[in-house]
């Protein structure tokens, strides 16, 4: 569902739980704590995707 370039990609039943916002280069907000899952060798998905967004937008300046 998308509503003035807001993205919910994820829900639970009829609760939001991921928000996106298509046009900035990185953002993403939870209702979870995807931090309790992430680990020194196995990073959650959300903060891998946080570090090649900081990377793709690092080479493009």
Known sequence: M???????SGTNKSRM???ELPDHP???ATQ???E???RPTRPSPPYLGF???CRA???TK
């Open 17 to 19: 739980e991921c928000l």
């Open 36 to 38: 309790f899952k992430s």
């Open 51 to 53: 570090v090649e967004a």
């Open 2 to 8: 998308a509503t003035v370039g807001i993205v919910f």
């Open 57 to 59: 937008n690092k080479r």
């Open 32 to 34: 979870f704590h995807p």
């Open 26 to 28: 990185f953002f993403f």
